[in-house]
Nanobody, 118 residues
Framework: QVQLQESGPGLVKSSQTLSLTCTVS??????????WSWIRQSPGKGQKWLGT???????RIDTPFRSRLTVSKDTSKNQFTMHLNSVTPEDTAIYYC??????????RGQGTQVTVSA
């Protein structure tokens, strides 16, 4: 059974960098069949795709985040990460890691609440 678990700080100050890690079990990031993504849901808003580590080895970042977001994976730990810099209170959201591209995924973590303080 594929399971994903997000981890990281629940509270970040404005202008700092938010770093989250997704630990995957039941599947290997060495498997080149799958993409791995980050999405978020902000209060009162719909889900938003942030970025994806492609099965081809590259990555794709949603346009609004291209200057602030990096995504990467560590196959030795079977984890993938995101780093979102220069955060503002607008980045307050529940962040999810998923297997797949965009918002379509059969597997996602339970989500982690991140609050950005002013």
């Amino acid at each position: 059974q594929v399971q994903l678990q997000e981890s990281g700080p629940g509270l970040v100050k404005s202008s700092q960098t938010l770093s989250l890690t997704c630990t995957v079990s039941g599947a290997s990031l060495l498997n080149s069949d799958y993409d791995w993504s980050w999405i978020r849901q902000s209060p009162g808003k719909g889900q938003k795709w942030l970025g994806t580590i492609l099965h081809t080895g590259g990555s794709r970042i949603d346009t609004p985040f291209r200057s602030r977001l990096t995504v990467s994976k560590d196959t030795s730990k079977n984890q993938f990460t995101m780093h979102l810099n220069s955060v503002t209170p607008e980045d307050t959201a529940i962040y999810y890691c998923t297997r797949g591209f965009g918002l379509q995924s059969a597997y996602r973590g339970q989500g982690t609440q991140v609050t950005v303080s002013a």
